[in-house]
């Protein structure tokens, strides 16, 4: 009797370990093995899933194209390769034009926060999702969007104005960050992230739209490139995470949203984190003597961000949808008082 008592007690243990054991989802990123980004999110929010979910839900964060190339995400997720993506979605501006206006509104917005508030608080996951299911067959579930930075320009050459980009070969996303810098006089190259320190060394390019300041100091670009533009002068890349449909419906409503809430936090977090780092980097590279870190005159900005709004006109001309993802973003710039017309 006892030792039947023992068994039973036994059994029992093994289903309870079982059944709390969490359920682990790969999330493909595309930022690089070693990306300040990517360091500080795996050590700081990472843990904190298991947390807010009362130890159901743990997430392996894998670094760029570690499964399939970045661009091939959404494809990947709804085939139920990788159970889903926490991507740059410039990636995807090749396969609908709207993700091209939703990715990274050319020197649009001013703050990652505004935004993060787009897709947090006003249309932007609505509209983000509807692009997705476009090109998914609704096989992936948007859980949020935002972006964490803006980025730096590392150049080999001093750019110092606007004037100063034509004749530029600079590296750039397929979509509308080239068509801008095509637009302001500069020659856009497309070539891989991994092959940006080579370029810039080789001068196959002068300068390269690659990350935030500091995470460009990380994978040594300021060594081949010494006059970044900081702040940046472009950039602000919206990101999306995302799962199966299948996956995400299998959730419970409460760990739904702890994993929205959990990755608006580590945004917002992750937002200051790496600006205080990205200043305090620029300050010791501008410092130090061997980096000219360069700034714009307003003027300058002005310029280009003129030239990127006839950019964003032509790029909604592309497809219906393209043309509603720019109606919302600009309704919202107005309403937070970013655009008067």
Not at 50 to 72: C, F, H, Q, W, Y
Not at 146 to 164: C, H, K, N, Q, V
Not at 182 to 191: E, K
Not at 313 to 324: G, M, N, V
């Amino acid at each position: 009797m006892n030792v039947k008592l023992t068994l039973l007690a036994g059994c029992a243990a093994l289903a309870f370990a079982s059944a709390a054991r969490a359920d682990t989802y790969s999330i493909q990123s595309s930022f690089n093995a070693g990306d300040f980004s990517m360091t500080y999110l795996t050590e700081n929010w990472l843990p904190k899933i298991k947390e807010m979910t009362g130890d159901r839900i743990e997430i392996t964060l894998t670094p760029n194209a570690s499964v399939v190339p970045a661009k091939e995400t959404p494809e990947a997720v709804a085939a139920g390769v990788i159970d889903g993506d926490f991507t740059s979605v410039n990636y995807f501006s090749g396969i609908e034009p709207a993700f091209a206006i939703m990715a990274d509104l050319i020197s649009g917005y001013d703050t990652p926060a505004q935004m993060l508030g787009f897709c947090k608080d006003d249309g932007g996951e609505e509209m983000q999702q509807k692009i997705l299911d476009s090109v998914t067959g609704g096989e992936v579930h948007l859980i949020a969007c935002g972006p964490y930075s803006r980025e730096s320009l590392p150049a080999r050459t001093p750019i110092r104005t606007f004037e100063d980009l034509k004749g530029k070969k600079i590296r750039a996303p397929e979509g509308l960050a080239s068509a801008v810098f095509a637009s302001a006089g500069a020659s856009p190259v497309s070539i891989p992230f991994s092959e940006v320190y080579g370029a810039l060394e080789k001068g196959i390019v002068d300068a390269a739209d690659a990350s935030a300041y500091v995470n460009n100091v990380a994978t040594g670009l300021h060594d081949v490139a010494p006059y970044p533009l900081y702040p940046g002068i472009h950039s602000m890349p919206l990101m999306q995470f995302t799962m199966t449909k299948e996956k995400w419906e299998a959730l419970s409503p409460e760990d739904q949203k702890a994993l929205r809430d959990w990755w608006y936090a580590a945004m917002e977090d992750l937002t200051k984190v790496v600006d205080a780092q990205d200043q305090e980097k620029a300050k010791a590279d501008a410092a130090g003597g061997k980096i000219e870190v360069i700034d714009w005159a307003q003027e300058d900005r002005d310029q280009l961000r003129e030239v990127a709004r006839a950019e964003w006109l032509k790029f909604a001309e592309k497809s219906d949808l393209a043309r509603e993802a720019l109606d919302a973003n600009l309704a919202y710039m107005k309403k937070i008082g970013l655009l008067k017309d």
